[in-house]
């Protein structure tokens, strides 16, 4: 049989692929800009249909159906692995759950410990030898797809047709029981705003310390976007990429001509990464672009993985830290903000890395609800706030007010460099409470 033939002998139409849900199911979402809108929309229809169905997704930047459709929650159970912005507010909403996760033990959960009755796969349209592109989120789609009783492939004619391994990032017709097709919204585009101008300074800093040949993992946020418009405009040159998630920074290093990959010890000659998220111009940059691969993210993010290139250079934002060393980049307070991601694996692997580094930024103080400014850096993490890293894996910390390197220092000379770097105006009180806490030296203060 031709695969065309088996697309045509597979081909049905949402509503009546979604039927193979039933009461009590598991169903699995994906990642990102690889959402299941078709079949989300009309999984959403039949909600005074089932009960009890459990759903996994994250980093949406869709509405997601299944949610908004059933706020009492009794057809439909909406649950994130990472939340995005949209997800934060389904949970202020009291209609999204957060599943705790380190982002490489991903596959592995669903190898070990969970069950999948439907997987909704959103794939790129089918090439001529029967290939789907798995697109802008590879993560752990493989062993969910192994997990799933049903495999239904949502072809999406707007996802690009990135590359990588067949079996690792291509999904082939003859593993799908049903595939969905139908007319799709645009992606949206995940566009930074403008940095600040401490966000500036704190990638000035970054950039300063920064290599020839270096391996770039660039987080989310606005100052690793930063980060990468300044290394543009610098004289670094020969830089490669080994990331988790591959934004729109990367291309403009790319643009600049600095992104070559050729000095990598492991993929020379391409960018490494598991799930994209940026602008429509990122999402065509990785179109058929045989310099970029994805792969799964408990390859992607392995620290020997990481580390075994040189000048391993990760990236990532923080939302609180405290004189111990311990980062918040999930939470503030009791109220979840997005995951705990890939950054403790990529701080590891920095640390292995020959030449590497691994910085934590954020800025030294933000504008309450109340108004008033308020310091990121604080005695001891606020209630409810995670320890994203613990403090004997909190190595780079970088301000608007300077870096330091805690790697092997004690309490006391942790809390003293800290604070050197938080906003002048809470030191002294920061100085009061480490010295409460016996973390101080009277010498300090001179």
């Not at 139409?13 to 169903?27: H, L, P």
């Not at 229809?45 to 997704?57: E, S, T």
């Not at 192994?146 to 707007?158: G, S, W």
């Amino acid at each position: 049989m031709s695969v065309r033939q088996e697309y045509k002998d597979k081909l049905y139409s949402a509503d009546d692929a979604v039927c193979c849900v039933r009461q009590g199911d598991w169903v699995d979402y994906g990642l990102g800009s690889n959402f299941p809108e078709l079949l989300d929309r009309a999984l959403a229809a039949r909600r005074d249909q089932l009960r009890d169905v459990k759903i996994r997704g994250g980093l949406s930047m869709y509405p997601v159906a299944v949610a908004e459709k059933d706020p009492g929650r009794e057809a439909f159970t909406y649950n994130s692995w990472h939340f995005s912005s949209y997800e934060r507010k389904l949970h202020d909403r009291g209609l999204c759950n957060y599943i705790p996760m380190t982002f490489r033990y991903m596959p592995h959960f669903y190898r070990k410990f969970l069950d999948v009755d439907v997987a909704f796969i959103p794939v790129s349209k089918m090439d001529d030898e029967g290939y789907f592109s798995i697109g802008l989120s590879n993560a752990g789609i493989r062993s969910i797809m192994n997990k799933a009783k049903t495999v239904i492939l949502e072809e999406n004619e707007r996802l690009p047709y990135s590359l990588g391994e067949k079996g690792e990032s291509m999904i082939h017709i003859s593993e799908a029981d049903m595939v969905v097709a139908g007319e799709h919204s645009p992606i949206p585009d995940a566009r930074n705003k403008a940095p600040s101008e401490e966000e500036y300074r704190i990638a000035s800093h970054i950039v300063g310390m920064m290599e020839n040949g270096s391996t770039l993992q660039l987080g989310i946020g606005g100052i690793p976007d930063t980060v990468g418009k300044l290394i543009a405009e610098s004289d670094i040159k020969d830089l490669g990429c080994h990331s988790e998630m591959i934004g729109d920074a990367y291309l403009r290093i790319h643009q600049a001509g600095k992104l070559t990959n050729n000095l990598k010890n492991t993929h020379k000659g391409k960018c490494v990464w598991t799930i994209a998220i940026g602008t429509n111009e990122l999402y065509a940059w990785l179109d058929q672009n045989e310099g970029a691969a994805s792969y799964p993210v408990d390859y992607v993010n392995a620290p020997e993985v990481i580390s075994a290139n040189d000048k391993m250079v990760c990236i990532n934002s923080a939302l609180e830290l405290d004189l111990y060393g311990q980062v918040c980049a999930e939470s503030v307070g009791k109220r979840n903000i997005s995951g705990s991601g890939g950054q403790l694996d990529f701080l590891t692997g920095a640390f292995y890395s020959e030449g590497g580094k691994g910085f934590i930024c954020l800025t030294s103080t933000y504008e309450g609800r109340d108004g008033a400014i308020k310091s990121r850096i604080v005695p001891t993490l606020s209630e409810g706030s995670i320890a994203t890293d613990p403090r004997s894996q909190a190595f780079y910390i970088v301000t608007e007010y300077g870096a330091v390197n805690l790697a092997g220092l004690s309490t006391w000379e942790r809390a003293e460099k800290i604070i050197s770097i938080a906003h002048p105006g809470f030191r002294e009180s920061l100085a009061d409470a480490a010295e409460k806490r016996n973390i101080w030296r009277r010498s300090n203060r001179q």
